[in-house]
């Protein structure tokens, strides 16, 4: 296998900073080792009145000769970062074929100002299919961080569409979920399983209490994430009722109606920066991960788990098929009264032995790690690229059960 071969990824994500996804992670660690062209999300849900009202504006600017970039750096992020000129009606014929001359004109030229060495495609996203092959690129693979058919707010209908094609033209798939490397076949049979990883230090790191973290009545049980479809609603009454005299506290965006949630101790937050997120989860007395279970969820690696782990608190979830790999850290509980059980003896459990061997595990499972076996990975689809592998490749986890 080649090691000093330059690189060139071609990297289709959601905004750069804005929602860092495990892409992202994984992709910021490589910044200093291979050349990094970054392309804006382009859209996966359907369309609705206010795309209609934007869109002569916007084929007004895929039209013209200004390519749009969003950034250009040579420091810690992508050489260069491009907002991407795209209509979002993906599976309208007259509008994949536009969208597909807009992007190959703009990243070409990208790569032709930036690029060093082999060009590699990297996509996370299944309307980015039709560029596949068009680059001038040496391989191409697909990051699948979700299962898009099931994902809520996604559109089934287009992501079926786009993903088939996409499978049908990628030379490998590189999955966070043992389910996903299993559905998501791509044309080549190549599969690889890369889990979710954690920013070790940024979470381990003491944190100043936050004011209205100090100011809830302990024991603090603690969700950071989206409190949507994939929370057990039912669960967090059940919990605030059987700490009365303590809160629950959920940091992130909500997307349940308020009321579903409501009890006079849940606390609802709301989102909070990336940089000022372990401040909050280190103020928890126990972290929950409440996922009902379901065809999405069963293809989640809840990126929370590790964070909790890394901030020294011990950590309760719903028996995901991906959660199981970590029994040894977390109480593994079904929803309901078992959960509700399982939590309230984690919130009073101060012994330290457990949450140590938690941070161990959450050392062992660093983004810095996964950078490097993601660049492993790259390299030998690169330099085996033509072949057919019918074996699915599932690396061992360092430190976890």
Not at 275 to 289: C, K, N, R, T, W
């Amino acid at each position: 296998m080649s090691t000093d071969r330059a690189l060139t990824f071609v990297v289709f994500g959601d905004d750069w900073g804005r929602h860092v996804s495990s892409m992202q992670h994984v992709i910021s660690r490589l910044l200093d080792r291979v050349t990094v062209l970054w392309v804006n999300g382009i859209g996966h849900r359907e369309p609705g009145l206010a795309d209609v009202r934007r869109a002569v504006t916007k084929v007004r600017a895929m039209l013209g000769d200004t390519p749009r970039v969003a950034s250009v750096s040579t420091g810690p992020r992508p050489r260069e970062v491009i907002a991407p000129k795209v209509l979002p009606w993906h599976l309208n014929p007259a509008v994949a074929r536009l969208n597909r001359w807009s992007l190959t004109r703009d990243i070409r030229r990208s790569i032709e100002r930036h690029a060093q060495g082999d060009v590699v495609l990297v996509t996370g996203s299944p309307p980015s299919a039709g560029v596949v092959g068009r680059l001038g690129e040496r391989a191409s693979i697909y990051f699948c961080m979700d299962d898009f058919l099931e994902l809520p707010g996604a559109s089934p209908r287009m992501m079926d569409v786009c993903e088939r094609a996409l499978l049908g033209r990628v030379d490998a798939v590189v999955a966070t979920a043992a389910r996903l490397v299993d559905r998501k076949r791509s044309a080549s049979g190549r599969g690889f399983y890369l889990p979710q990883g954690v920013n070790y230090e940024h979470f381990a790191t003491p944190r100043l209490v936050p004011p209205e973290m100090a100011a809830l009545p302990r024991p603090i049980i603690g969700f950071a994430g989206g409190v949507g479809t994939a929370v057990d609603a039912a669960t967090i009454r059940a919990l605030a009722a059987a700490n009365s005299t303590g809160s629950v506290a959920l940091v992130g965006p909500l997307t349940l109606p308020p009321e579903m949630i409501a009890a006079p101790n849940v606390h609802v937050l709301g989102p909070r920066p990336y940089a000022e997120l372990p401040a909050y989860v280190q103020s928890f007395d126990v972290g929950i991960i409440p996922y009902v279970e379901n065809d999405w969820t069963r293809a989640v690696d809840p990126l929370k788990l590790l964070e909790y782990l890394a901030a020294g608190i011990p950590v309760v979830a719903s028996p995901l098929p991906e959660v199981e790999k970590y029994r040894d850290v977390v109480r593994i509980a079904p929803l309901g009264d078992p959960f509700v059980r399982a939590t309230m003896e984690a919130a009073f459990d101060v012994g330290g032995e457990a949450r140590m061997r938690g941070r161990l595990v959450a050392k062992a499972n660093t983004w810095e790690q996964r950078a490097d076996r993601f660049l492993e990975i790259v390299r030998d689809v690169v330099d085996s690229r033509g072949t057919r592998a019918s074996d699915t490749v599932k690396p061992a986890l360092s430190g976890a059960a």
